[in-house]
Every structure is written in structure tokens, then in C-alpha cells.
């Protein structure tokens, strides 16, 4: 996507042609920053840090950062060690893991002198098919915008924008290129079907505030950022004709979890009637389990992103304040699950399939022998 005249995708190679380039997303909106990553460390550290963030940059982070370790040292045991480093970053998004296997079973193939060329081929390769199935969300995500429009109008066209509710940030910014829930709506936009977007402020770290704001305002497409509690309102009113959201962790019964909050906009889009879709791609689902409260490992992140807020003042000065009383406990649960039943439908790059095991085989069949009964 475009920031003023420049295209960018949030992750690419350096001109040296072995430091890996990220777009530093805790200091978004406020500052544009590139950050160079060169080791495995620093890959490790921009995933737990949230330098990047959203399930499929993660994958795509973690990818580069076996990269970056095979560049120094392509052996068994410094690339095992890669592995169990970068695994440790986060734990609920599956694309980490998915990229991590990925890359692991493919360099350990080989003999280590071909390992650092393919690393970096691979990683390559993960982020370019992450652009193309974005697209292909993209567009099988915006006939669903589209049909929201033809019902809105009654068949005319006449009554839209289309308002679509949206939490966290799954565009742009948390894939390569494009985005998951976002990128049905930049199709949408881009095809000349007017969307409004209502944009979850998402606390604590403010994704939707900070970043979904900054993506859908450089991209020119409306929106207005609600605070966390606002959705359920606006559905109650009429204010809101579909949800779309992305997930972390998808699993083959189609349980999604993201970030929290979302299990809460599913349960109001079902009590008034709202369809609420998941955009996601093959990478963010996990064949291995089922039920997805039971089963997804949920992060508990530092309790300090609740108790505080970070800003800007009006001088345009970066600062952090404490919200809460000095010494009070605080909990930091990032994602929760939403059960199947709520889910309208998954946006895959295969297509949209109902939220269930035959629904997710029918687009990937060869999914069946790993696929959780
Ligand atoms: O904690 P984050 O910012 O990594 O959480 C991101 C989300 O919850 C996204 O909705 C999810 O990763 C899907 S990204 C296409």
C-alpha cells in the first residue's frame, strides 16, 4: 500500500541484500520509522515487542528472522535454536509457528553450504504468496460488501455507504500487503462501492485507534474510531450492516481467536442480527485442534499497556501517562475465541465458507487427515 507517493509492504530486504527492513509500528501514527533488523535477535525482539505485529507479519518477521540466522550460522543446531527463539515470541498466533515449520523442514533438507540462499529464498517466497492471498481475500470479501449494499438499497444502490465494524488492526499493517478483515474493504473502496468503516480503538495498545485509522486515512476511505464499548450500540440502531475481523488462531471446527474484545461484537452482531465475518488466510489455521476456548493458548502481555496509554501531546511530543491508581493490579488478556456458532462465514483466499469443519474442508480437502475430528 501507498504512504504518500511510496509503495510499501511492512516487512523487505535491505539494499545489502541480507538486513531485513520493518516498518517500526509502535511509533505509528505519530512517526514513520524503518527499523533495519540484523540478527535473529532483533527479529525475536520486534515480534515480542510489537515493532510488528498481526498474525501474518509475524510469520512472514519470524521467517526472516531464521534467515538472518542462517546467515551467520546455517547449522542444525544454530538453526534448531532459531526456531525455539522466535517460537517463543508470541504464542497464539499460529502463522508463527506455521512459518517457522515451514522454514525448518525445508533448511534442515539441505546441505548447510545452500541453506543461507534458500533461508532468504523462502522467506521471500512467504512474504510474496502472502501478498497474493491477501488479494484473493480481498476480493471474495468484497462481494460480501457488495451484497450488503444491494440488500441496504433494496437491489438500487441507493442507501449506502456500506458500514462495516472492524476491531484491532488486520490490514496492511499486520500482513504483508493488503490486510485480512481490511483488504474486502479496500476491494470494496477500490471497485467504487462506498464503505464507511467504524474502527474499534481496540485497547490497550490501540491498533484500531493508532493504525487502522492511519491505513484507512492514507487510503482515503471513510471511517470513524468508537471506543471498545461503542459497537453493540451502533448494531442496535441500525449503524452497523456487517462486522469484519481478522483471527490469530483458527481451528478446523472454525473457532477464531483474536484479538480481545471481538468475542464481545460477535455476541451483539448475533443478538441483532448483523453478520459477522473472519478474514483469514490457509496460514492462521490450526488443522490440530478443535475447540478453540479449550485448546488456543491465550498471551497475557505486560500489565503496564493497561495501566498507561501512550500518546502524543499537542506539541507533537511522544509521551506515555498512567491511567490507573499507582499499585493496582491490572490484568492483560490480548486475544479471546469466538465460538463458530457466532461467525457468519471465513474469508479465505479460496473463498467464503461457513465457520466448520465441513466448511473449511470443502475449500481445503487436503486438509482432511490433519484436520481435528
Ligand atoms: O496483538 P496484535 O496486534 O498482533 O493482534 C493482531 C490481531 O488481533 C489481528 O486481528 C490478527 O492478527 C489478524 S491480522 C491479519
Same mark, same amino acid.
Given at each position: 500500500?501507498?504512504?504518500?507517493?511510496? /509503495?510499501?509492504?511492512?516487512?523487505?530486504?535491505?539494499?545489502?541484500?541480507?538486513?531485513?527492513?520493518?516498518?517500526?509500528?509502535?511509533?505509528?501514527?505519530?512517526?514513520? #520509522?524503518?527499523?533495519?533488523?540484523?540478527?535473529?535477535?532483533? &527479529?525475536?525482539?520486534?515480534?515480542?515487542?510489537?515493532?510488528?505485529?498481526? %498474525?501474518?507479519?509475524?510469520?512472514? *518477521?519470524?521467517?526472516?528472522?531464521?534467515?538472518?540466522?542462517?546467515?551467520?550460522?546455517?547449522?542444525?543446531? %544454530?538453526?534448531?535454536?532459531?526456531?525455539?527463539?522466535?517460537?517463543?515470541?508470541?504464542?497464539?498466533?499460529?502463522?508463527?509457528?506455521?512459518?517457522?515449520?515451514?522454514?525448518?523442514?525445508?533448511?534442515?533438507?539441505?546441505?548447510?553450504?545452500?541453506?543461507?540462499?534458500?533461508?532468504?529464498?523462502?522467506?521471500? #517466497?512467504?512474504?510474496?504468496?502472502?501478498?497474493?492471498?491477501?488479494?484473493?481475500?480481498?476480493?471474495?470479501?468484497?462481494?460480501?460488501? @457488495?451484497?450488503?449494499?444491494?440488500?441496504?438499497?433494496?437491489?438500487?444502490?441507493?442507501?449506502?455507504?456500506?458500514?462495516?465494524?472492524? /476491531?484491532?488492526? &488486520?490490514?496492511?499493517?499486520?500482513?504483508?500487503?493488503?490486510? *485480512? @478483515?481490511?483488504?474486502?474493504?479496500?476491494? &470494496?473502496?477500490? %471497485?467504487? =462501492?462506498? !464503505?464507511?468503516?467504524?474502527?474499534?480503538?481496540?485497547?490497550?495498545?490501540?491498533?484500531?485507534?493508532?493504525?487502522?485509522?492511519?491505513?484507512?486515512?492514507?487510503?482515503?476511505?471513510?471511517?470513524?474510531?468508537?471506543?471498545?464499548? &461503542?459497537?453493540? /450500540?451502533?448494531? +442496535? /440502531?441500525?449503524?452497523?450492516?456487517?462486522?469484519?475481523?481478522?483471527?490469530?488462531? *483458527?481451528?478446523?471446527?472454525?473457532?477464531?481467536?483474536?484479538?480481545?474484545?471481538?468475542? $464481545?461484537? @460477535?455476541?451483539? @452482531?448475533?443478538?441483532?442480527?448483523?453478520?459477522?465475518?473472519?478474514?483469514?488466510?490457509?496460514?492462521? =489455521?490450526?488443522?490440530?485442534?478443535?475447540?478453540?476456548?479449550?485448546?488456543?493458548?491465550?498471551?497475557?502481555?505486560?500489565?503496564?499497556?493497561?495501566?498507561?496509554?501512550?500518546?502524543?501531546?499537542?506539541?507533537? +511530543?511522544?509521551?506515555?501517562?498512567?491511567?490507573?491508581?499507582?499499585?493496582?493490579?491490572?490484568?492483560?488478556?490480548?486475544?479471546?475465541?469466538?465460538?463458530?456458532? $457466532?461467525?457468519?462465514?471465513?474469508?479465505?483466499?479460496?473463498? !467464503?465458507?461457513?465457520?466448520?469443519?465441513?466448511?473449511?474442508?470443502?475449500?481445503?480437502?487436503? +486438509?482432511?487427515?490433519?484436520?481435528?475430528?
Amino acid at each position: 500500500m501507498k504512504i504518500g507517493d511510496t /509503495h510499501y509492504r511492512t516487512i523487505w530486504l535491505g539494499d545489502d541484500d541480507w538486513s531485513v527492513n520493518v516498518i517500526d509500528q509502535t511509533l505509528l501514527p505519530h512517526v514513520f #520509522e524503518v527499523r533495519r533488523l540484523e540478527s535473529l535477535a532483533d &527479529a525475536a525482539a520486534a515480534i515480542a515487542d510489537m515493532v510488528v505485529r498481526g %498474525a501474518p507479519l509475524i510469520g512472514a *518477521t519470524a521467517a526472516y528472522g531464521m534467515a538472518l540466522a542462517a546467515h551467520v550460522d546455517p547449522s542444525d543446531q %544454530a538453526l534448531e535454536d532459531a526456531f525455539a527463539d522466535l517460537l517463543a515470541t508470541r504464542p497464539t498466533a499460529i502463522n508463527l509457528r506455521w512459518a517457522l515449520d515451514l522454514m525448518r523442514e525445508r533448511l534442515l533438507a539441505v546441505p548447510v553450504d545452500y541453506r543461507r540462499a534458500l533461508a532468504y529464498g523462502l522467506a521471500a #517466497e512467504i512474504c510474496d504468496n502472502d501478498v497474493a492471498t491477501c488479494q484473493s481475500i480481498g476480493q471474495h470479501g468484497s462481494v460480501l460488501i @457488495a451484497d450488503a449494499l444491494a440488500r441496504k438499497a433494496g437491489g438500487n444502490g441507493a442507501a449506502g455507504p456500506v458500514n462495516v465494524l472492524t /476491531h484491532c488492526n &488486520a490490514g496492511w499493517l499486520a500482513t504483508v500487503d493488503w490486510g *485480512t @478483515a481490511l483488504a474486502p474493504i479496500y476491494a &470494496a473502496h477500490d %471497485a467504487g =462501492i462506498p !464503505v464507511h468503516v467504524w474502527v474499534d480503538e481496540t485497547r490497550p495498545r490501540n491498533q484500531g485507534a493508532a493504525l487502522t485509522a492511519y491505513e484507512l486515512g492514507g487510503h482515503g476511505i471513510p471511517h470513524t474510531v468508537i471506543v471498545d464499548n &461503542a459497537g453493540g /450500540h451502533l448494531m +442496535q /440502531h441500525g449503524m452497523v450492516d456487517l462486522c469484519i475481523t481478522g483471527t490469530d488462531r *483458527t481451528t478446523a471446527h472454525g473457532d477464531v481467536c483474536n484479538k480481545i474484545g471481538t468475542y $464481545l461484537k @460477535a455476541l451483539a @452482531a448475533h443478538d441483532n442480527g448483523i453478520p459477522f465475518y473472519v478474514g483469514l488466510p490457509h496460514s492462521t =489455521i490450526d488443522w490440530r485442534l478443535g475447540d478453540g476456548v479449550a485448546e488456543i493458548p491465550i498471551e497475557q502481555r505486560d500489565g503496564e499497556e493497561v495501566s498507561h496509554i501512550r500518546g502524543v501531546t499537542g506539541a507533537g +511530543q511522544g509521551t506515555t501517562v498512567r491511567l490507573v491508581p499507582q499499585g493496582t493490579a491490572v490484568g492483560n488478556y490480548a486475544f479471546d475465541v469466538t465460538p463458530a456458532r $457466532l461467525v457468519t462465514g471465513l474469508i479465505t483466499e479460496r473463498g !467464503v465458507c461457513p465457520a466448520s469443519r465441513a466448511g473449511l474442508l470443502a475449500l481445503y480437502p487436503e +486438509q482432511a487427515e490433519n484436520a481435528a475430528p
